[in-house]
């Protein structure tokens, strides 16, 4: 049986600030809601899941914009949650502070990084909670802890106060405990969402077949449900031809963010971010621009395809959640293939919304929906339709 | 008569790399380019225009992708280039490091904040210069120097490496002597740019009015050899609407990014940007949240406006460049009224080329091109097909 304080304590960062909230009306009224300890908060210091940031960095200056948004529309902020050191893990593991526990699936990891996000909305610590997404650091903890959970549009909300990783695909996300809270934060950042849009959804197979079979089997029926879809390959130019280019664009802009800061000698750092940054230091600098040139074309062609209307549907995850116990090798493994699903989003710089639509050995397992530049409203619209659909209006 | 030397010695920073290219072949070999002094170049320092940073800041741990495209495309980099303290200024002006010369107009500012780019790119030190765009730091001191000049879609080039001042209008773009070397520098980030592609030039009548009369008449001739046109109304929501938009997202960022450091006691801080310090914060944290959302509308607007194939056409500036001994009281009104064309793009993200098409009192002044999102190439193949027309292949 799951103790609630034992997982607001693996979710909620000590140095939390008290909760509290800046007004008393508003739209989000009666809500509450955390915050990634990547994210700042005015007085409070920013430790993005490492000792010596917490130690070193003082207080932050300014709440970010990206909370103020909440706060103004009369949200509490119960907290600020856990992450994977400096952001940079798939998993929510942090040999530092601990890793959050996964309240539906309690010897798995929770996702991350924005796992103490993802772990205090499924416990009902909150209503939701701000993460961010890189390379699948909101998708992929909404779907191991069976939330909601949106990615948007790169460059739509800003970034700053918000620790920088790999900027070109650094975006600010969110987790909630239904698809009626996943949409009504997302009305006060976009505006109001209309109830229904014109639609086109695209099945990828091909990204289906990335999936591990029970995973394509759980996502069936909902698939199904969706009714009149159209079946596409995403990956006209390969898998690895994806992976290749998201994973020298995302090294490269770590290293030019952290490498400085990670380099200074007795620096307390995991030996997955270690690893992850001698790797960064090590890659020669021509692979570089092809990636950057590569990622255009990728993103030309994801555009043109999704249209005004497109939507693409693929697994949020390959698999369910690996063992808390899990070794490193095995990490990174599946961080690689789940990585193929994460990375086309984040590579297109494109909102997508996970949904808990089903479960598999009893793990959650997320479907996720990829919409256009700026459809971020129209996907949150979709979401609540289909939610109510499968009767999943609150998350399982 | 102006000294090349003296040139040089105002727009290169003392502390620039020697000269060196990574290859001898490839698009941009042969052509020599610049780096503003905000932008990381592995082994050198970052002075962002502040002795403080010069001193503190040790040397760039990586070189920032949005360089390395260019050393991969085998142009030399010739050094780094001054910019105002911090990014923060459309005039050039840096008290601590002196104010780059303009050479089209000596006796007149460069524009800022790219202001060495500008300025060395101008007087033939080099062929291209990268700079970055804010609030339209490419964008003046291109039409002030009398060159070309591009503002990208905001997300499009990597930020890695590159100082955050306002992560949220933050952009790299680069300054160029000729269309036709501005346009294949744009080649090395998105890719062979067609010849010709469908365009619907939409001229904003009431940008014009921003302009001073005499900016009005010198650029006519230019827009009349736009050919067929349409006219439009920019502003419908008012030019109040959209500045007021702008400065409360573009402070409450610089108070994220660049509070803490700012606020150290004994700070090297110049007075402006020290002033625009306690602007952002005794500025109400309630006037973000509102302002984040207007702009998501004015941004919705913009994009449904110019579809898969509108131009808008605008002056750059609304003024000649103010004069070197410019009052502080002189430059802020300045400011204003130009920034009320330049935070068109900055709010709605969208890429704008500046053309050296015309002179006024013998200061160069610039027509501007804003695209829709992603719209960088075609603005590039329009500004070489229309330099053409006018007989300014290279700036005048």
Request: glycine share 10%.
């Amino acid at each position: 049986m799951l103790d609630r304080q034992d997982i607001r304590k693996s979710a909620i960062v000590g140095h939390s600030p008290a909760p509290f909230r800046l007004r008393d009306d508003g739209p989000l009224a009666g809500l509450s809601f955390a915050v990634k300890d990547l994210i700042d908060i005015e007085g409070s210091p920013t430790a993005c899941g490492n000792p010596d940031r917490l130690r070193d960095d003082g207080l932050a200056p300014s709440t970010a914009p990206a909370v103020l948004t909440l706060l103004g529309a009369g949200a509490t902020c119960v907290g600020k949650t856990h992450t994977d050191e400096v952001a940079c893990g798939m998993f929510g593991t942090n040999p530092h502070f601990g890793t959050p526990i996964n309240p539906k699936a309690p010897d798995r990891v929770p996702g991350g990084s924005s796992s103490g996000s993802a772990s205090a909305v499924a416990a009902g610590l909150c209503d939701f909670a701000l993460g961010t997404d890189t390379g699948g650091s909101v998708r992929v903890p909404a779907s191991f802890c069976g939330i909601f959970g949106i990615r948007t549009t790169h460059g739509r909300i800003s970034t700053a106060g918000v620790m920088a990783m790999a900027p070109s695909f650094d975006t600010v996300g969110w987790l909630a405990s239904s698809a009626e809270i996943l949409l009504q934060v997302g009305e006060t950042y976009f505006g109001p969402i209309p109830d229904r849009a014109a639609e086109r959804l695209l099945i990828a197979t091909d990204a289906f077949d990335v999936a591990a079979p029970k995973i394509v089997q759980a996502l069936q029926p909902a698939v199904r449900a969706l009714g009149r879809a159209e079946d596409i390959r995403l990956y006209a130019e390969g898998v690895d031809h994806w992976l290749d280019t998201f994973r020298p664009l995302q090294l490269h802009d770590l290293r030019s963010t952290l490498g400085q800061w990670a380099s200074v000698p007795g620096r307390a750092l995991s030996q997955g971010v270690s690893d992850r940054m001698k790797l960064a230091f090590s890659m020669p600098w021509q692979n570089v621009p092809p990636a950057a040139l590569r990622r255009e074309a990728l993103t030309d062609r994801l555009v043109a395809l999704l249209g005004d209307d497109g939507v693409i549907v693929i697994p949020t995850a390959h698999n369910i959640p690996p063992p808390r116990e899990a070794s490193l090798d095995d990490l990174v493994e599946f961080r690689e293939k789940t990585l193929a699903l994460t990375c086309v989003a984040s590579l297109a710089r494109l909102p997508q919304v996970s949904l808990p639509v089903a479960s598999c050995e009893g793990c959650p397992v997320g479907l996720s929906l990829i919409g256009g530049p700026r459809a971020d409203a129209r996907l949150l619209g979709l979401a609540r339709r289909l939610a109510k659909q499968l009767g999943i209006e609150s998350a399982p």
